[in-house]
């Protein structure tokens, strides 16, 4: 199994911009979350889906959107990419839900907007 | 929500030495208290995870003690080892919201040789 995978790993936007953050998984985990690392702030939740067609706000969801439109994969979407948006990125997911289980992370995407 | 305070922000020991990072949580109703460990440039990866039904918990190095009427919660780790250096970061569920997790703001810990 690859567990959790994100793409791209790394990307300068300008501001302005736009783009998605790629986060698939094969383990059929039925939970996904995207959360945000800054420096002094740890892991703050941005969105969460409980299954496909189905998706939740977190701690700090302005600026980004998501969808889920299958098990496997939980895109993130910038619209409008802002100098306060970067951050590294992490995907996570797990079977059930993040509070009987453990959250498997991807590898992180490091996003600088200019 | 939920809010997670965790100190100290940076943790220096001497190998062999212990080291305690804290946290506070603010919802008398979170049941789940987990670790994870994120070592330089990796993913965070759990590491040990506690209940409220349970005081203290043990995996080897590493213990987590619960004191649910405080509201406060911590990660011991016995016999310090390098690969012990890395970031530290609790979470705690919502009470109301079981697809939730807080997480603090992470512990730096330095394991000096």
């Known amino acids: 199994n690859a567990g959790v995978t994100q793409t791209p790993k790394f990307q300068v936007l300008k501001t302005g911009q736009s783009m998605t953050l790629q986060c698939a998984q094969d383990m059929n985990h039925e939970y996904m979350s995207w959360y945000r690392q800054d420096p002094g702030m740890g892991l703050r939740l941005i969105h969460y889906s409980v299954g496909a067609g189905i998706t939740d706000q977190g701690e700090v969801p302005n600026g980004y959107n998501v969808s889920r439109s299958t098990t496997e994969d939980f895109p993130l979407r910038l619209l409008s990419a802002a100098p306060s948006q970067t951050s590294v990125y992490f995907c996570?997911?797990?079977?059930?839900?993040?509070?009987?289980?453990?959250?498997?992370f991807g590898e992180g995407s490091r996003l600088t907007v200019l | 929500g939920e809010n997670v305070e965790q100190h100290p922000s940076t943790l220096s020991v001497q190998e062999g030495d212990s080291a305690v990072i804290k946290c506070t949580y603010s919802d008398s109703a979170s049941n789940y208290f987990p670790w994870y460990k994120q070592e330089l440039g990796k993913r965070p990866q759990l590491i040990i995870d506690?209940?409220?039904?349970?005081g203290e918990k043990k995996d080897q190095r590493i213990a987590v003690t619960l004191n649910k009427t405080a509201k406060h919660f911590s990660l011991h780790i016995t016999e310090t080892q390098p690969e012990d250096s890395a970031v530290y970061f609790c979470?705690?569920?919502?009470?109301?919201?079981?697809?939730?997790?807080?997480f603090g703001a992470g512990t730096t810990v330095t394991v000096r040789a």
């Open positions: 996570a997911s797990s079977y059930v839900r993040p509070s009987t289980g453990e959250l498997f």
């Open positions: 979470a705690a569920s919502e009470g109301s919201n079981d697809y939730k997790l807080s």
């Open positions: 506690i209940r409220s039904n349970v």
